[in-house]
């Protein structure tokens, strides 16, 4: 029983462009959202989050935007980088602190040159 | 500053043997959680720890699986009679807590594969 899925595992960017990944959740008691940017061999570093009392959420090339009616957020990275190519983790929590954080399969964005 | 540090990165084990991984928090981080990691999956929570305390293992597996966070030390993730469903790679974050979101930082990771 997948609460938060990414139905896209990769995604293919030119570079300059936007980059849009997309997430979906089940469980309505999620309150906090988070992205997290990994790349091979190292842990997951924290991108951005979005509590679920607002909507949007922007960190410089950064932006989260939550749908709650829709269940529904998505990273917007714009513009894109070479150095954004990794896997990015869509995660979902119940309360703020966050400790029991709740990950999607993730989605490989390739920025091309 | 060093960050959340876990070893060792690569182990191998046998079938039937126990397998021992260890992660130190980043310093004046109280707080460690350990996730599992299955080949094209996200994470799965499997427990958090306090130093000496247990808060939340609704993620480990109710058999073979065991975690400790000594006074003194760094957190041990344990699994007894390793099976080959085992293998995975095992990520271990610290937070700092007291904080209304107290971010997660997560360590290397260490590659378990049993053969």
């Known amino acids: 029983d997948q609460q938060v899925k990414q139905n896209s595992p990769s995604l293919s960017v030119q570079e300059g462009r936007i980059s849009i990944l997309n997430c979906d959740y089940t469980?309505?008691?999620?309150?906090?959202f988070l992205w997290y940017k990994k790349y091979p061999a190292e842990g997951p570093t924290f991108l951005i989050s979005?509590?679920?009392?607002?909507d949007k959420n922007e960190d410089g090339r950064f932006t989260v935007f939550l749908n709650k009616s829709a269940k529904h957020l998505s990273l917007h990275i714009v513009p894109s980088q070479p150095g954004d190519s990794a896997v990015y983790f869509c995660?979902?929590?119940?309360?703020?602190?966050?400790?029991?954080?709740?990950f999607g399969s993730g989605t490989r964005l390739s920025i091309r040159p | 500053n060093a960050g959340v540090m876990q070893n060792p990165r690569h182990l191998v084990r046998r079938r039937g043997q126990e397998a021992r991984l260890r992660c130190s928090p980043m310093k004046g981080h109280s707080h460690v959680y350990w996730y599992r990691q299955l080949p094209e999956e996200g994470l799965k929570f499997m427990v958090y720890l306090q130093k000496e305390n247990i808060i939340d293992e609704s993620g480990m597996p109710k058999e073979r699986f065991s975690a400790e966070f000594p006074k003194e030390g760094p957190s041990i993730l344990r699994i007894q009679q390793v099976v080959r469903g085992d293998s995975a790679a095992y990520f271990c974050?610290?937070?700092?807590?007291?904080?209304?979101?107290?971010?997660?930082?997560f360590g290397p990771g260490t590659r378990l594969t049993v053969t």
């Open positions: 995660a979902a929590s119940e309360d703020s602190s966050a400790s029991k954080i709740i």
């Open positions: 469980n309505s008691m999620f309150d906090y």
């Open positions: 979005i509590s679920s009392i607002k």
């Open positions: 974050a610290s937070s700092q807590r007291g904080r209304e979101y107290d971010e997660q930082y």
